[in-house]
Nanobody, 116 residues
Framework: QVQLVESGGGLVQPGGSLRLSCAAS????????MGWYRQAPGKQRELVAS???????NYADSVKGRFTISRDNAKNTVYLQMNNLKPEDTAVYFC??????????WGQGTQVTVSS
């Protein structure tokens, strides 16, 4: 079992920044991918960014150049630095943990609202 605890969401004005954190605990395998997904009202959940154990990163086109994903392997924590936020970034953001040999796990979600 893996538990994911997210933090860092909130309300921010357009152009502002937020940093999300997700800490994983429990039975953590040495090779895993963590990522952030988001789901806006009435829309499907979509990948925002992911990062592998080796540091390989993947971003949605809509956030490239504005968001940066990073991880601290010693703390089993992944971060999402979000800059130049836009109203269309408003969504519930979910942390995700997956490996090739275990079920994937999800955090409880954290609300990000971009509004003036």
């Amino acid at each position: 079992q893996v538990q994911l605890v997210e933090s860092g969401g909130g309300l921010v004005q357009p152009g502002g920044s937020l940093r999300l954190s997700c800490a994983a605990s429990g039975t953590i395998f040495p090779i895993y991918t963590m990522g952030w997904y988001r789901q806006a009202p009435g829309k499907q959940r979509e990948l925002v960014a992911s990062i592998t154990s080796g540091g390989g990163r993947n971003y949605a086109d809509s956030v490239k150049g504005r968001f940066t994903i990073s991880r601290d392997n010693a703390k089993n924590t992944v971060y999402l630095q979000m800059n130049n936020l836009k109203p269309e970034d408003t969504a519930v953001y979910f942390c995700n943990y997956r490996t090739t040999i275990t079920p994937e796990y999800w955090g409880q979600g954290t609300q990000v609202t971009v509004s003036s």
